[in-house]
């Protein structure tokens, strides 16, 4: 399979890659999580060349995690917003802040942290079953392809 053929996968691993998996579209959308809304911000908090972020910003709106709004009208500028799409996907960041503070320690502090809009207490995310609340982890999930997915290849 073809990277850019990611997004059309059966495997719903390989279709979210096809839509956040290349270099600086997770950052693109930890910036969207942090407020930054405009093109000129996104690209002073990055260091990302121009051309590139415009590549990623589009490919975020049209897999429907973006959506491109204008807020001035000569010149015209638009601003990115996240969707419902967009917004859902708060749980990963969550997920992968959590997995990088316990497997890639760092020095320095993080910049980051995650703390409940009611409350205002920092969190420490854990993933947990809708039915259930157990917690999942490798210990209590065993991963593995469908009888279906099995039959098709």
């Known amino acids: 399979m073809k990277w850019h053929d990611m997004k059309e996968a059966a495997c719903p691993v390989a279709r979210a890659m096809g839509v956040v998996g ?6 693109i959308l930890r910036e969207c999580f942090l407020g930054v809304r405009r093109f ?3 690209q ?9 972020l415009a590549e990623r910003l589009k490919r975020l709106e049209a897999m429907g995690l973006l959506e ?4 001035q009208e000569r010149p015209l500028r638009h601003e990115y917003r996240l969707t419902e799409s ?25 910049p980051l942290s995650f703390i409940l809009r009611d409350g205002g207490e920092e969190i420490e995310p854990v ?9 999942l982890n490798h210990r209590t999930v065993l991963m593995r392809y469908s009888d279906e997915a099995k039959s098709s290849d």
């Open 68 to 71: 491109r709004r204008p807020y």
């Open 40 to 42: 000129d911000d996104f």
């Open 86 to 110: 967009g917004k859902a996907f708060a749980p990963v960041m969550l997920a992968l802040q959590d997995w990088a503070r316990s497997n890639l320690p760092s020095e320095a502090p993080s």
């Open 127 to 135: 993933v947990t079953d809708r039915h259930t609340g157990q917690e």
């Open 22 to 27: 290349d270099r600086w579209t997770l950052l």
């Open 44 to 52: 002073k908090s990055l260091g990302i060349t121009r051309h590139l």
